[in-house]
């Protein structure tokens, strides 16, 4: 009796982290995004922040379709996916549902919009382009600037920004502000051994 209570107390103890970890369609992947993310963003380029980010969006399943149209691994919306490939020639030939055309757009996309952001921590400025890609860079501009005039350090998404709605819905806003937390805090220690991540060490 005593032998069948320290199993049990064992598969109670290994059964949430065989829940939590990354699934198998990831590790088809990983080479790709890795060489995607270090092609773009140099060696320091945080791998485990864009596989969580994948792993978000449509849990490593190509031939994903949310119910609004937004598709493949990246979950680019059609207007998202043309614009992209009007900005990236190796992009053209926009291809959502193609893994590698994806991948490579998801990094492209992070990294514009993360030049375009400027934040007081690296891992701000992670947080507002997580915030961009879910829900547009106007929005996060407009965040920025209504925190500004409500006092707050336009600079810092966390504690600051973060509690901003500059006139999203609240589903919307709600659903947002869940994004980077998720991404970063939920997701991303699944996939500390692909490579550098952002914010964990802060």
Same mark, same amino acid.
């Not at 320091?44 to 792993?55: K, L, R, T």
């Given at each position: ?8 107390f064992?598969?109670?103890?290994i059964?949430?982290?065989i829940?939590q970890?990354?699934?198998? @369609?990831?590790?088809?992947?990983? $080479? ?8 773009i963003? &140099? /060696?320091n380029?945080p791998?485990?922040?864009?596989a ?8 490593w399943?190509?031939t ?10 990246a979950q ?7 614009w992209i490939?009007?900005?990236y ?7 959502p549902?193609?893994p ?6 998801l ?7 993360y030049?375009r952001?400027? @934040?007081?921590?690296?891992c701000? $400025?992670?947080?507002?382009a997580?915030s961009?890609y879910n829900g &547009? /860079? ?7 600037r ?6 707050l350090?336009?600079m ?11 006139g999203r ?6 659903e947002?502000r869940?994004?980077p937390k ?17 914010c964990?060490?802060?």
């Amino acid at each position: 009796m005593q032998i069948i209570r320290r199993l049990m107390f064992v598969v109670a103890l290994i059964c949430p982290l065989i829940a939590q970890a990354e699934p198998q @369609a990831a590790k088809l992947y990983q $080479r790709e995004l890795t060489r995607n993310s270090y092609a773009i963003g &140099g /060696l320091n380029a945080p791998v485990a922040m864009f596989a969580s980010q994948v792993h978000q969006e449509s849990q490593w399943n190509v031939t994903a379709l949310s119910h609004v149209g937004a598709q493949g691994l990246a979950q680019f919306m059609p207007q998202t996916a043309n614009w992209i490939a009007t900005q990236y020639p190796e992009l053209k030939t926009n291809q959502p549902f193609n893994p590698s055309w994806a991948l490579r757009a998801l990094v492209s996309y992070d990294y514009w919009l993360y030049q375009r952001i400027h @934040a007081v921590t690296d891992c701000d $400025r992670w947080a507002f382009a997580l915030s961009a890609y879910n829900g &547009g /860079l106007g929005w996060v501009q407009r965040d920025k600037r209504k925190a500004r005039i409500q006092g707050l350090d336009p600079m810092s998404y966390w504690h600051a920004v973060e509690s901003v709605n500059s006139g999203r819905s609240r589903a919307n806003f709600i659903e947002n502000r869940g994004y980077p937390k998720r991404i970063i805090y939920r997701w991303q220690p699944l996939y500390l051994h692909w490579g550098n991540s952002v914010c964990l060490d802060d």
